[in-house]
């Protein structure tokens, strides 16, 4: 149990499908993390919450939309995704009062494979 | 421009040897740096941090060792355990929080 929970775990769609991430982290943390993971890449950070408010888009692509209604649960919302976005999407939270060097709490993933 | 990297895709050790995994960066102000571990089908989590006013940061079997000069950083696994056989990620940061990661090491530990 990581205390940080996504589903689905695994997740098909075609490109015109309209599909969302679900993350919910039981840890009592106030920031929320979306990152990808594509083979032989770095973890790419996509998007940060402080207190439901978005305070990182890294450049993302518009047909992700994050969506953090509260402290535990985020969301990310994919439409018109390309094959190229199939990946691991991994979400995690932390502590911001100490956010410089509390560590990342992950959940386990979802992979998605667009087709 | 990759700030963090680790040249080595993958290790191979005996078990009860030394595992030695590195890491270089070229963004003089990260000045945190961490160490993440994944299995396979699980998320990554954390084994192990250094701040930059340190050289050396030790737990249990595992040790970082910061080098900063040479913008360089390396975890070692002494004695490995086949249990140790992971994706090795290294991480680092600035005093603004945004985590950098590497694109992670596989380390295969043999019985």
């Known amino acids: 149990e990581t205390g940080v929970t996504q589903t689905p775990r695994h997740l098909v769609m075609g490109m015109t499908n309209k599909k969302s991430l679900k993350c919910e982290q039981h840890l009592g943390h106030n920031a929320m993390y979306w990152y990808k993971q594509s083979a032989k890449k770095p973890l790419e950070l996509m998007f940060v919450y402080n207190f439901k408010e978005q305070t990182e888009n890294n450049s993302v692509p518009s047909r992700f939309s994050p969506e953090c209604p509260n402290s535990s649960h985020l969301f990310l919302h994919l439409h018109t995704l390309q094959p190229e976005d199939s990946a691991l999407y991994l979400c995690a939270s932390s502590s911001p009062e100490s956010s410089y060097n509390s560590p990342l709490h992950f959940g386990n993933g979802t992979r998605l494979t667009v087709t | 421009d990759q700030q963090v990297k680790q040249n080595s895709p993958s290790l191979s050790v005996q078990e009860g040897r030394i595992s030695i995994l590195n890491c270089d960066y070229t963004?003089?102000?990260?000045?945190?740096f961490l160490w993440y571990k994944k299995y396979p089908a699980e998320g990554p989590t954390f084994l192990i941090s250094?701040?930059?006013?340190?050289d050396k940061n030790e737990d249990g079997r595992f040790t970082v060792f910061l080098n900063k000069s040479a913008k360089h950083l390396s975890l070692h696994i002494v004695p490995s355990q086949p249990g140790d056989s992971a994706v090795y990620f290294c991480?680092?940061?600035?005093?603004?929080?945004?985590?950098?990661f590497g694109q992670g090491t596989i380390l295969t530990v043999h019985p």
């Open positions: 963004n003089s102000m990260f000045d945190y």
């Open positions: 991480a680092a940061s600035t005093s603004y929080g945004k985590l950098t």
């Open positions: 250094i701040s930059s006013i340190k």
